[in-house]
T-cell receptor, first 111, second 116 residues
Framework: KQEVTQIPAALSVPEGENLVLNCSFT??????LQWFRQDPGKGLTSLLL?????REQTSGRLNASLDKSSGRSTLYIAASQPGDSATYLC??????????FGPGTSLSVIP | DGGITQSPKYLFRKEGQNVTLSCEQN?????MYWYRQDPGQGLRLIYY???????QKGDIAEGYSVSREKKESFPLTVTSAQKNPTAFYLC???????????????FGPGTRLTVL
């Protein structure tokens, strides 16, 4: 059974620091993997989607990588800002009709 | 302006009552989903629908029901059979069979349900 974990559960960093959020999964057979941001009490905002055939995607200060052989995806945030404070969730789709969410990493960027 | 709307934003239910959460999308997406989010946990799938008049149970469908009479609408009813319904409910939609796995999920703003 596919499982998705995210470590750490919470992270606090000073402004300007580069950071990496981790998402691990147990089965390498995936359809795609998506990273989301969630602000408190709000819905999810899509950040990046990596197709099964891709190794990474970039958008501005964000870079997401996918290594199916090791069962890992990382979200790299460069030059972190207080506005980046939110919960970050990864969502793995083992097939087009299934989605498994990780529990999320709560990020706090301190000014 | 395309997107997904959910209403109401906050909902209070007395024990024994059924309540219905609304989800509407104007993105022309075939697939729609309902998730439940509890504090400190990831999202869990309640129901999903890939086409009008068809829907499938997700991981935690007990105590919930849905309908899909129109492509744009996917309401969720929380019945009195759901023993612990207090949670944050999120609706999402996506295209189906995105080329090469490009079918991004788009989420609504959520409904917070509290049982009194």
């Amino acid at each position: 059974k596919q499982e998705v974990t995210q470590i750490p559960a919470a992270l606090s960093v000073p402004e300007g620091e580069n950071l990496v959020l981790n998402c691990s999964f147990t089965d390498s057979a995936i359809y795609n993997l998506q990273w989301f941001r969630q602000d408190p009490g709000k819905g999810l905002t899509s950040l990046l989607l990596i197709q099964s055939s891709q190794r990474e995607q970039t958008s501005g200060r964000l870079n997401a990588s996918l290594d199916k052989s090791s069962g890992r995806s990382t979200l790299y945030i460069a030059a972190s800002q207080p506005g980046d404070s939110a919960t970050y969730l990864c969502a793995l789709r083992p097939s087009y009709d299934k989605v498994i969410f990780g529990p999320g990493t709560s990020l706090s960027v301190i000014p | 302006d395309g997107g997904i709307t959910q209403s109401p934003k906050y909902l209070f239910r007395k024990e024994g009552q059924n309540v219905t959460l609304s989800c509407e999308q104007n993105l022309n997406h075939d697939a729609m989903y309902w998730y439940r989010q509890d504090p400190g946990q990831g999202l869990r799938l309640i129901y999903y629908s890939q086409i009008v008049n068809d829907f499938q149970k997700g991981d935690i469908a007990e105590g919930y029901s849905v309908s899909r009479e129109k492509k744009e609408s996917f309401p969720l009813t929380v019945t009195s059979a759901q023993k612990n319904p207090t949670a944050f409910y999120l609706c999402a939609s996506s295209i189906l069979y995105g080329t090469g796995g490009t079918d991004t999920q788009y989420f609504g703003p959520g409904t917070r349900l509290t049982v009194l």
